[in-house]
């Protein structure tokens, strides 16, 4: 049974979602995740303009008249979220924890997904796999996983990506498309990394919030690692405290954007309470514009 108010949180997502999917990004979403590859259709008469490179030899032999191959998209895919939900993702400086705007971004492109007919799948990982919820298609299915993002607890406070990539290997065996939302406040995954973005059509969802970066002038304050538990105390008044605490953030951030480059691997930075929509329809394009 889903408590009534986890329930009404589900139901506002999904009728806000619901236009977005409509008049934004459904078409956006097919554009950029065109299928994989071609298939066998059926064989038809030669016609004039045909490229000759598609007749099927066996079946002109044995018929006496020249007949081509079609071939046809394949369409159906799968569509794997590998969700972070460690300690660092239940903040937020803007009315809204990364978390819960990672939960929307699910929601929006679940739904576009399922409106194409493809399968959705979840992984929840901390530093290790918290959850997996096998791929499938319907609309039951993607509010299920919707319900298990909001609903689920965290076993461990952790970051692994490594972890969650790995799973990704072991579990997905035809190409997909892999979207990765994290903060990705953890080292060493380039090698998992690497071997997902060989194998699948891998998207990484950069979830950032402006303080984690810009350290404000507030005194003497504890800081908490929501990963370790470990606090420290930091006098703000001090410019070269907060200038080491925003060049340390820089500079893993700046790691990261350049090990998902190195990669190839494409990115889309999200910021806390500057809005999803926008980030996501630009990368779309400039994804169908590179494809086009």
């Known amino acids: 049974m889903i408590p009534k108010e986890l329930f009404k949180k589900i139901r506002q997502i999904e009728i806000r979602t619901k236009g977005l999917v409509h008049d934004v990004f459904g078409g956006e979403y097919h554009s950029a995740f065109k299928g994989q590859g071609i ?25 006496g008249e020249t007949f081509v191959k079609i071939f046809e998209e394949e369409r159906e895919q799968t569509l794997m979220l590998v969700v ?17 705007v990672a939960a929307e971004i699910c929601a929006v492109i679940a739904f576009s997904a399922i409106q194409n007919d493809d399968k959705v799948g979840l992984l929840l990982f901390s530093d290790r796999v918290e959850r997996f919820v096998p791929p499938k298609k319907g609309r039951r299915h993607v509010l299920r996983l919707i319900r298990d993002l909001f609903a ?11 972890v969650a990539l790995n799973h990704v290997l072991h579990v997905l065996h035809r190409r997909s498309i892999v979207l990765l939302i994290s903060d990705f406040l953890d080292t060493g995954f380039e090698p998992a990394m690497r071997a997902v973005a060989r194998r699948h059509d891998t998207v990484a969802i950069h979830m950032q919030d402006q303080r984690e970066e810009e350290l404000p002038n507030m005194g003497l304050v504890d800081l908490t690692d929501p990963e370790t538990g470990e606090t420290v105390l ?3 008044t001090a410019r070269r405290a907060r200038g080491r605490f925003t060049a340390h953030a820089q500079a893993s951030r700046a790691q990261t954007v350049e090990l998902l480059r190195r990669l190839r691997v494409d990115r889309v930075p999200i910021l806390t309470g500057a809005g999803y929509v926008e980030p996501l329809v630009r990368f779309f394009r400039q994804r169908n514009r590179k494809k086009g």
């Open 152 to 162: 689920h607890r965290p076993q461990s406070s952790g970051t692994d990506v490594s």
């Open 84 to 100: 972070d939900v460690s300690g660092s993702e239940d903040f937020g400086t803007h009315g809204q924890f990364k978390r819960d």
């Open 39 to 63: 298939e066998f259709s059926e064989v038809r008469p030669y016609q004039i303009g045909d490229d000759i490179r598609s007749i099927d030899w066996n079946v002109s032999a044995r018929t």
């Open 234 to 236: 930091v006098d703000t």
